[in-house]
């Protein structure tokens, strides 16, 4: 169980630099709709990474 926990983490901690990453490098080229839905991704994987880490089980 705590190896699957573990996976999960890394999966959002590269998701989360990889979506920090796109955005600094296009964020000015996408459009608005695009960006905000990319920006509530961010927040989404953070909470859900936060939560993994305070709660493993």
Request: charged residues 40%; glycine residues 2%.
């Amino acid at each position: 169980m705590m190896r699957e926990v573990e996976e999960r983490i890394s999966k959002l901690e590269l998701s989360i630099e990889i979506l920090k990453d796109h955005l600094k490098k296009y964020g000015h080229r996408i459009e608005p709709k695009a960006y905000n839905y990319i920006k509530n991704q961010i927040e989404s994987y953070k909470l859900e990474l936060q939560i993994r880490k305070d709660y493993p089980i």
